[in-house]
Nanobody, 121 residues
């Protein structure tokens, strides 16, 4: 069974950095693509970036490129490095796994429980 567990969220000040982690278990070919999303109250889930276990290529959303970076290790953990955080980055952050390398959240089959990031001004 595929399981995703995020960690690393918290309360920080504007300008600070955080690194989120997503530990995966039970990976299969159907979970080759991993992605980070976030969702603020009243807003749609927003794609942030993705990476594949079968390669090193990453995609970062235009909205956060230059401040956020997705990476993975060679075992089972994906990361989201977030720099120069802003109050508008406040949201619940989720990792997801699926077969397809896409920014469409509907194409991901597995989701973590989320970790809250709150950025104060």
């Amino acid at each position: 069974q595929v399981q995703l567990v995020e960690s690393g969220g918290g309360l920080v000040q504007a300008g600070d950095s955080l690194r989120l982690s997503c530990v995966t278990s039970g990976r299969t070919l159907s979970t080759d693509s991993m992605a980070w999303f976030r969702q603020a109250p009243g807003k749609a889930r927003e794609f942030l970036g993705s990476v594949r276990w079968s390669g090193s290529r990453t995609i970062t959303a235009d909205s956060v490129r230059g401040r956020f970076a997705v990476s993975r290790d060679n075992a089972n953990t994906m990361y989201l490095q977030m720099n120069s955080l802003k109050p508008e980055d406040t949201a619940a952050y989720y990792c997801a796994a699926g077969r397809y390398y896409t920014p469409d959240p509907n194409r991901y089959d597995y989701w973590g429980q989320g970790t809250q990031v709150t950025v104060s001004a």
